[in-house]
Structures are given as C-alpha cells and as structure tokens.
C-alpha cells in the first residue's frame, strides 16, 4: 500500500543497537493503534511491542527490558529502539496500523512493507 514506510533495519552483531521507524502517510485521515511484529526464519509473525487502546505501551516477554517502543503523533511516525540485540531477534519486522484512511472510510489494517534486522556474530 506503500502508506508506512520503514527504515532503520540492517545487521548488528549480539549486544548491538538498532532503532526502527515507521512513519504513515499524512493523506490518512486518522491513525489508531499502531504496532511492530516481526516473523523470523520458519517462524509465526508475532506481536513485538505495541500501544494499548489507553494508550500504554505493551510488550512481549521476550523483549521487555531491550526494546522500547515510541510514537511521535506529530510526525505521524512510530519507533522501535532495540538495545541488547541477540540472535534471535532477527526476522523482518513489520510495522502494524488500525487506521481510518479517509473521512468516509471504514477502518482497515496497514501494514508496512517489512525491514530486515539480522543479528549474528
């Protein structure tokens, strides 16, 4: 859809840093929740860090205390800072949003096109 747009993904060996960002379109109308995913190699595409309804950042087990996730409602973008990166976080990371693309529209679900984080010594 080309409406979020990623960047920030690449290679870091363990221990390393990186910081991802999804910024969406200024032509949709309203952004609701918005959320990063990942799939890694023969694996499910799972939640990784998102924001509750209220608005409280949310995160899986296996991230919490690495990663923080951020949202700049003003540039319409959302980070991922993720610190302490192992092995096992690599896969594409996806960024997820509910969105009310125009002002007659129906809400629907965007998703980026997907950045690549490898981590490996």
């Known amino acids: 859809q080309g409406e979020l747009v990623e960047s920030g993904g690449g290679s870091v060996q363990p221990g390393g840093s990186l910081r991802l960002s999804c910024t969406a379109s200024?032509?949709?109308?309203?952004?609701?929740?918005m959320a990063w995913h990942r799939q890694g190699p023969g694996k499910e595409r799972e939640l990784v860090a998102g924001?509750?309804?209220?608005?409280?950042?949310d995160y899986a087990d296996s991230v919490k205390g690495r990663f923080t996730i951020s949202r700049d409602n003003a540039e319409n973008t959302m980070y991922l800072q993720m610190n302490n990166l192992k092995p096992e976080d690599t896969a594409v990371y996806y960024c997820?949003?509910?969105?009310?693309?125009?002002?007659?529209?129906?809400?629907?679900?965007?998703w980026g096109q997907g950045t690549q984080v490898t981590v490996s010594s």
């Open positions: 200024r032509r949709i109308f309203r952004i609701g929740d």
């Open positions: 997820y949003a509910s969105v009310v693309p125009c002002i007659e529209c129906s809400r629907m679900t965007y």
């Open positions: 924001f509750t309804g209220g608005g409280s950042a």
